[in-house]
């Protein structure tokens, strides 16, 4: 057996995978699309095939890895490798075996998390909290996730812990894709964000998002959508992220205040490309609502790019 281990980020609308050394050196990758239409098995296949092709990048058989780690969204029972509620993936409404499916398909012990989790964890292994002894990862994409290390050790409650999308910011508020009221992702979420910006359209607000989503072949306004809109000065998407910047720094303050942690990481779709650009002003935000303003946490953007989630994936294996 190698000493090389496998990572699978199991995305809604693409599949990266990686073989890695323990250290998480890369040796191969491979990514594919997520199927759109079918179900987990379908799902299963594709990331059978990913994977594979990444193992025969690094020049090494599925089944000669130490094993492999997929991080997965809806609700990934690391103890029986089970996924449920997956429902951004193709009918994944119900409970799936991933874990024990891959494992016959590739020959290999098979480890299932959560997707922002394990990404979270990588970036503490591996990237922006490398050193630390805890952190708060947030993860702002379509929604906004989270992950959580305390004293070196992941901290996942019972299974749920870590929802900062849906710590309340506003009582009452704006209708969450959750169904409830006034949480943070109802403001900072990338399909909260685009369902507020053609509500505005409808109202009659002029913007340039969707001319800039059609022009680039999107049906929807993916994070690349919204830079190149900021990039030409449109005046909604630029009020939109101050928006999102200001919920964010008032959820992310008011977590600091119960846990903490010695930093903040920001990830995420929208995280990677607006991290470092809007990070001044998310302290800024986050300053008015911190207990101990005299001791912030340290603001990070995570550092492993669009392979972290696969890398993070990986280091189930060890555990
Ligand atoms: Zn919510």
């Known amino acids: ?17 990686v073989v890695v050394a323990a250290d998480g050196s890369l040796s191969g990758e491979a990514r594919r699309e997520t199927p759109t239409e079918g179900g987990p098995a379908d799902v299963a296949k594709a990331m059978e095939d990913a994977l594979r092709e990444a193992a025969a990048a690094a020049s090494v058989k599925p089944e000669e890895l130490r ?46 998390g959560n997707d922002v ?39 996942v409650g019972r299974g749920a812990a870590a929802e900062i999308g849906h710590t309340v910011v506003k009582r009452n508020g704006a209708r969450c894709p959750c169904g409830r009221r006034g949480c943070m992702e109802a403001y900072a979420g990338r399909a909260a964000m ?40 449109d005046a909604l998407t630029e009020s939109l992220l101050r928006r999102a910047i200001r919920y964010l720094g008032t959820g992310i303050a008011s977590a600091q205040n119960l846990l903490d942690v010695e930093a903040v990481v920001i990830g995420g779709g929208l995280g990677g490309r607006f991290g470092d650009r809007f990070m001044e002003d998310l302290v800024g935000e986050m300053h008015k609502h911190l207990f101990a303003g005299d001791n912030p946490p340290q603001m990070k953007v995570a550092e492993l790019g669009d392979l972290g989630g696969a890398i993070g994936a990986s280091l189930l294996v060890s555990r």
Do not use: C
């Open 1 to 17: 057996m190698s000493d090389l281990r496998g990572g699978i980020d199991l995305g809604g609308t693409k599949i990266q995978t």
């Open 67 to 112: 094993g492999v780690g997929v991080g997965s969204p809806g609700d990934a029972d690391g103890a029986t490798g089970i996924v449920s509620g997956a429902r951004n993936l193709p009918g994944w409404e119900g409970s799936f075996p991933l874990g024990e499916t891959l494992a016959k398909a590739l020959g290999t012990e098979v480890r299932v």
């Open 117 to 155: 989790q394990v990404a979270v964890e990588g970036e503490y292994a591996l990237g922006a909290g490398r050193g630390l002894g805890s952190l708060l990862g947030v993860w702002w994409g379509t929604g906004v996730g989270g992950g959580i290390v305390l004293d070196g050790r992941p901290w």
């Open 194 to 233: 685009e369902a507020k910006a053609r509500r505005d359209l409808a109202k009659g607000v002029e913007t340039d998002l969707f001319h800039v989503m059609k022009k680039r072949g999107k049906d929807r306004l993916t994070s690349s959508v919204w830079e190149h809109a900021l990039r030409e000065g």
